[in-house]
């Protein structure tokens, strides 16, 4: 760990040292300028580096010791040392596509709400409301889905599903009101104000000639958003799902409210299961085996490669996209 | 240098809500010093030299345990009004503490697990008990009072195993004749997170169930077969509470301050014993400490007709060889005082203080282990 916060360091050193020079002329200024703005990308590129490398030293012990074969079982036995790490990553998943599922549909109809059919003087306060969503806590979020989301799917919404689905296997076990539905329940709450805020700007920044011209032909509002909206701009909404993916796939404390904390792989959406970060949450403080520490950091390696690998897939395609329209 | 390191440790000081007051006038003391060092223009490096003689009083850290962190830090608080040394325990957790004093970071550990007398000579440590307390299962069950439902201590690990999924079982029944037991399902709740109460309790599971040692054993943090995790006494209190039909387990003292429904556990003398201060008590009376290298005691399943079978102590590490006998002849004194002095604290923290024999035992144990680099006496202190 020292070595990245030297990395980072020298970075933001570089960045406070350098406007002092009084006097130097136009061409030594953008030299200067040029030098901090490559300084801070080049110190951000290593910094990702160094916590890679960190997290991949770390993780020696539990790389050697379980090889690939961490990836592919979900034990998870601190007593004899044997760890897995598929229940945590399809924990993740799970909870990542369910609440990306539920967010995303709501957050197109908030912004189309807000950029297009709310009356004007309610557009600035809705909005406003909205962003102060992404303001609260994340821990604030999570005891709401225990104290209040878990108590209503425990006892209203699960028995009510179980009693018409009940065989189905996504929908067995015991309704006790949290696990995996409710963690993704509560992090598409916490991702919505993200989506729907940069949907909203999104939308606005549609040009009003080829809104008005639809409008003129005869079009209605849901078909300008369908074949106007959207597409002109869908780079950026792609942009905000892949905002909303990021947040949910490394959320920490939320989850750990509702999850249920358990290490098992369940396809049931109502089992309790556990996310890579509320792994970590738990567990690292009182982590004394050297074993296990070593496969709580390759948990975190597994998280840093999932986001790192999900990132790049979205940019490849945002930039596949852009080609094809030839932007 | 060493007063740098000093200055570092008032940071993480304000954590401790106890200790924070003093940090802070700690902390106008120190700006006052400043001025003066700037007004009368010493040089900086003399602040650093300085700065232990002005913050004057003893500072003792340490970290581990989370259990015992209430009455550590009311001993402190009384012992720092008498002598004016303070105590800077960080509640991270036994397994942080055991880390921190073999790197030695800190001048004590605090765990609830003892270590193994192997391992203690491994890293050169001295281990002696301070406090104990009980763990004991809770439940959520409508119409079943505190105390009123009792168990087998083979239905409790099958329960705990998974075995016993409802309340209404037979194994369950055939302990509470006249008991009106729901047919709801049980959730189990368990530590999400590594803890010395999670070591007490499948401890005390491996002693009565076979079947439990073989397929979970004794840990920190286990493969629980079944059940819900929740961090920390809080989080399982609040899963407890929030399940119905659920059954946790919880330090004695977050379940009085939190008025859950305690269950009778069976001892090892056959008697249905209720979680309390003298059953705790009981337990620890009946250990034999003198035949336990390095006081490595586990107190569950202690024989005893009011035992209570999930008893624990929370134990004190510190280093054999100590570079400061000054200090460490400080720290010492500390724990002698709350031998001696810290009973009536700790009742009313609903902890359980040692028994005297115990006191003499560990203060022997000092005078004989614990000793300066060059080997000289630091315990008794005259």
Request: one cysteine or more; glycine letters at 12%.
């Amino acid at each position: 760990m020292p070595q990245d916060e030297h990395n980072g360091r020298a970075g933001v050193e570089g960045v406070n040292a350098a406007p002092s020079a009084p006097g130097v002329g136009r061409s030594a200024g953008d030299a200067i300028f040029r030098f901090l703005t490559t300084g801070a990308g080049v110190g951000l590129l290593l910094l990702i580096a160094a916590m890679a490398a960190v997290l991949w030293q770390q993780s020696a012990l539990s790389r050697a010791k379980f090889g690939w074969g961490f990836l592919a079982h979900a034990v998870w036995n601190p007593v004899t040392e044997n760890f897995g790490a598929l229940g945590a990553m399809y924990g993740t998943a799970a909870t990542t596509a369910i609440a990306l599922l539920v967010a995303v549909p709501i957050s197109l109809g908030i912004g189309l709400f807000l950029a297009e059919l709310a009356p004007q003087w309610l557009r600035v306060p809705a909005g406003t409301a909205i962003e102060l969503l992404a303001a609260v806590p994340s821990i604030v979020y999570g005891m709401w889905g225990l104290f209040v989301l878990a108590p209503i799917m425990g006892d209203v919404v699960q028995p009510w599903i179980q009693e018409r689905f009940g065989d189905f296997f996504l929908f067995s076990g015991p309704p006790i009101g949290i696990g995996i539905l409710s963690a993704g329940l509560v992090l598409a709450l916490m991702i919505l104000p993200f989506i729907s805020s940069v949907i909203r700007d999104v939308f606005l920044m549609t040009p009003s000639a080829l809104k008005e011209s639809a409008y003129g032909m005869g079009a209605t509002t849901w078909e300008v958003a369908r074949d106007i909206m959207i597409p002109y701009g869908r780079k950026g909404i792609i942009g905000a799902i892949t905002l909303g993916l990021g947040r949910a796939l490394g959320e920490t404390m939320a989850v750990t409210f509702v999850i249920g904390n358990a290490h098992e792989l369940n396809f049931s959406l109502f089992a309790l299961g556990n996310s890579i970060a509320s792994t970590l949450a738990n567990e690292f403080t009182e982590a004394d085996g050297d074993v296990y520490l070593s496969a709580l950091i390759e948990l975190g390696l597994v998280l840093f490669l999932m986001t790192f690998v999900i990132l790049s897939v979205a940019q490849i395609w945002l930039r596949r996209m852009g080609k094809r329209e030839g932007r | 240098m060493k007063s740098l390191g000093e200055n570092a440790n008032a940071e993480p000081m304000l954590q401790n809500a106890e200790a924070a007051t003093s940090a802070q006038n700690n902390r106008s003391k120190k700006r006052k010093t400043m001025k003066r060092t700037l007004t009368t223009l010493i040089a900086a490096a003399f602040v650093a030299l300085g700065a232990p003689a002005f913050a004057g009083a003893i500072v003792i850290t340490g970290a581990g345990a989370t259990f015992p962190y209430p009455i550590y830090g009311k001993w402190a608080h009384a012992y720092n009004r008498l002598t004016g040394v303070k105590l800077n325990y960080q509640s991270i957790g036994s397994g942080g503490g055991i880390k921190q004093i073999k790197a030695g970071t800190v001048d004590f550990g605090a765990s609830d697990a003892p270590l193994k007398p192997e391992e203690l000579d491994k890293f050169g440590l001295a281990q002696f008990p301070m406090i104990m307390g009980g763990v004991c299962p809770v439940v959520n069950l409508k119409g079943i009072a505190a105390n009123q439902l009792r168990l087998t201590p083979r239905v409790l690990a099958d329960i705990f195993l998974g075995r016993i999924r409802k309340w209404n079982d037979p194994a369950i029944a055939a302990a509470n004749p006249g008991a009106r037991l729901p047919r709801r399902g049980i959730t189990v709740v368990h530590r999400a997170d590594g803890s010395g109460t999670t070591w007490i309790f499948t401890d005390y599971l491996s002693k009565v169930s076979p079947e439990w040692k073989k397929r979970v054993g004794v840990g920190k943090a286990v493969s629980w077969p079944v059940g819900v995790g929740g961090k920390g006494n809080e989080g399982v209190a609040a899963f407890v509470r929030r399940i119905r039909g659920a059954i946790g387990y919880v330090e004695y003292a977050y379940a009085l301050q939190n008025r859950m429904a305690t269950v009778r556990i069976q001892n090892r003398s056959g008697s249905f014993v209720a979680p309390a201060a003298d059953s705790f008590q009981a337990a620890a009376a009946g250990a034999d400490w003198e035949r336990a290298p390095g006081f490595y005691m586990v107190l569950t399943d202690q024989p005893g007709e009011k035992s209570w079978p999930i008893t624990g102590a929370s134990f004190i590490l510190m280093h054999k060889k100590q570079a400061k006998p000054s200090k460490a002849r400080e720290i010492l004194k500390f724990w002698d005082w709350c031998y001696r002095h810290g009973a009536q604290a700790a009742l009313e923290l609903n902890y359980v203080p040692m028994p005297e024999k115990v006191a003499q035992l560990a203060e022997a144990m000092w005078a004989e282990k614990i000793r300066g680099v060059n080997g000289e006496r630091i315990w008794p202190a005259n």
